[in-house]
């Protein structure tokens, strides 16, 4: 065996050094070399390829500082993108993670001096959200990719949708509910005054009893009978419509209340809470990410199989190839009227449909069912997001 032969045990141990990070102040960027000590730094300084490098460096030194810079800020922030998306991260962690690959570019090349340096000049830029704080400095990156910006648009028109009939519900409750209030002010109540005297030299005299005619006090001496079945009439009828008049004023409070509680109960049913997972074997789809390929972008394909609920394998319809595809990479597709499509989410989730027309200022579609406990019922206001097509 040659002394310094591939499997030596001296060649076999510098591999194993050689594996892993090494210490950053001898590593040399223009050669991409990284010495494992500072007599193997000093000896490749001053070897002959690194003078040609030096020479080619000293020629154009902004055009590689520019190039290094570009490079290590690529790197970063494809990391972040990925990685870590739009959370509330340390610049620390990035930055450790971004080291972890041997050969990335190191900072030590590029226009930045230190990492707060770089992460100052991301957050001037707009690049990044950055926040100071006693741990350090944290960092949020804003995506402002196309795709990204249009489904933030389209988000936030629908919610505003939402909020427009949560705000006419509120009023038409909140109108209820002063018209409930007001009935109960408005109701008969007696009302004590103080004694007004118009002549105070006048005595003031009380009567107690009730002032009876001659011609009633005649009808009492003759039959004293039949003027107190009279009387005991009237006082039980005035009872019972002073009764009556309470029960009406109850009734008609508790009919506001009731219909208040009925409009909430309508609330309840009609907004059915949805599934965070819409995927269903046999519906199209169309692929909305370039991580999968640029071949598969805009592309569509039919589900054939879902796996975890969230996961699912789609064929495209072009090409014939099988992709596995997360729920986040792919979005339903909305067919011509009269097609049909599948239910994906609501109370009426699994059932087929048939779609009879498109609201684009909503957003929406109203379809037939064509199967289910409701069959041929036509339902309004189905969401984009909550159907898909058919495949035939």
Same mark, same amino acid.
């Given at each position: 065996?040659?002394?310094?032969?591939? $499997?030596?045990?001296?060649?076999?141990?510098?591999?194993?050094?050689?594996?892993?990070?090494?210490?950053?102040?001898?590593?040399?960027?223009?050669?991409?070399?990284?010495?494992?000590?500072?007599?193997? =730094?000093? &000896?490749?300084?001053?070897?002959?390829?690194?003078?040609?490098?030096?020479?080619? =460096?000293?020629?154009?030194?902004?055009?590689?500082?520019?190039?290094?810079?570009?490079?290590?800020?690529?790197?970063?922030?494809?990391?972040?993108?990925?990685?870590?998306?739009?959370?509330?991260?340390?610049?620390?962690?990035?930055?450790?993670?971004?080291?972890?690959?041997?050969?990335?570019?190191?900072?030590?090349?590029?226009?930045?001096?230190? $990492?707060?340096? #770089?992460?100052?000049?991301?957050?001037?830029?707009?690049?990044?959200?950055?926040?100071?704080?006693?741990?350090?400095? =944290?960092?949020?990156?804003?995506?402002?990719?196309?795709?990204?910006?249009?489904?933030?648009?389209?988000?936030?028109?629908?919610?505003?949708?939402?909020?427009?009939?949560?705000?006419?519900?509120?009023?038409?409750?909140?109108?209820?509910?002063?018209?409930?209030?007001?009935?109960?002010?408005?109701?008969?109540?007696?009302?004590?005054?103080?004694?007004?005297?118009?002549?105070?030299?006048?005595?003031?005299? #009380?009567? =107690?009893?009730?002032?009876?005619?001659?011609?009633?006090?005649?009808?009492?001496?003759?039959?004293?009978?039949?003027?107190?079945?009279?009387?005991?009439?009237?006082?039980?009828?005035?009872?019972?419509?002073?009764?009556?008049?309470?029960?009406?004023?109850?009734?008609?409070?508790?009919?506001?209340?009731?219909?208040?509680?009925?409009?909430?109960?309508?609330?309840?049913?009609?907004?059915?809470?949805?599934?965070?997972?819409?995927?269903?074997?046999?519906?199209?789809?169309?692929?909305?990410?370039?991580?999968?390929?640029?071949?598969?972008?805009?592309?569509?394909?039919?589900?054939?199989?879902?796996?975890?609920?969230?996961?699912?394998?789609?064929?495209?319809?072009?090409?014939?190839?099988?992709?596995?595809?997360?729920?986040?990479?792919?979005?339903?597709?909305?067919?011509?009227?009269?097609?049909?499509?599948?239910?994906?989410?609501?109370?009426?989730?699994? &059932?087929?449909?048939?779609? $009879?027309?498109?609201?684009?200022?909503?957003? &929406?579609?109203?379809?037939?069912?064509?199967?289910?406990?409701?069959?041929?019922?036509?339902?309004?206001?189905?969401?984009?997001?909550?159907?898909?097509?058919?495949?035939?």
């Amino acid at each position: 065996m040659p002394k310094n032969g591939f $499997l030596t045990p001296k060649a076999i141990a510098n591999r194993i050094k050689a594996k892993g990070l090494q210490k950053l102040r001898w590593y040399c960027q223009m050669c991409q070399k990284q010495c494992r000590d500072e007599n193997g =730094f000093k &000896c490749h300084t001053m070897s002959e390829s690194h003078q040609r490098q030096l020479l080619l =460096f000293a020629e154009n030194p902004d055009k590689y500082l520019d190039y290094f810079s570009e490079e290590f800020f690529d790197g970063f922030m494809e990391l972040l993108k990925r990685r870590f998306g739009t959370r509330r991260i340390h610049s620390n962690v990035i930055y450790n993670e971004y080291i972890q690959d041997r050969e990335h570019i190191h900072m030590t090349s590029t226009q930045w001096e230190t $990492l707060t340096d #770089f992460v100052k000049w991301l957050g001037r830029e707009g690049h990044v959200t950055v926040d100071l704080t006693e741990k350090g400095w =944290f960092i949020t990156y804003i995506d402002r990719d196309p795709e990204t910006l249009a489904r933030q648009k389209l988000l936030e028109k629908r919610e505003k949708v939402e909020e427009d009939d949560e705000e006419r519900m509120q009023k038409f409750i909140q109108k209820q509910i002063e018209k409930a209030s007001d009935m109960e002010k408005n109701k008969n109540e007696t009302v004590y005054t103080d004694l007004q005297r118009d002549d105070e030299e006048k005595k003031i005299a #009380f009567n =107690f009893g009730a002032a009876k005619s001659s011609r009633e006090s005649e009808s009492e001496s003759v039959q004293p009978e039949t003027s107190t079945n009279v009387l005991k009439a009237a006082a039980a009828e005035a009872a019972s419509t002073s009764k009556k008049k309470e029960k009406d004023d109850r009734k008609r409070k508790k009919s506001a209340l009731e219909e208040i509680r009925e409009m909430e109960e309508k609330k309840k049913k009609t907004e059915n809470p949805k599934k965070d997972y819409w995927l269903a074997k046999g519906i199209v789809v169309k692929v909305v990410t370039k991580r999968l390929g640029e071949k598969y972008y805009k592309r569509k394909g039919v589900i054939k199989e879902v796996h975890d609920l969230y996961t699912g394998f789609v064929k495209m319809i072009d090409s014939g190839t099988t992709i596995k595809v997360d729920q986040m990479h792919v979005e339903t597709v909305i067919p011509a009227e009269g097609k049909q499509v599948l239910i994906l989410n609501g109370v009426h989730r699994g &059932c087929k449909a048939t779609l $009879l027309s498109l609201d684009s200022d909503k957003y &929406c579609v109203s379809v037939k069912l064509d199967s289910g406990p409701v069959k041929g019922r036509t339902v309004n206001g189905v969401q984009y997001e909550d159907i898909s097509k058919l495949a035939q």
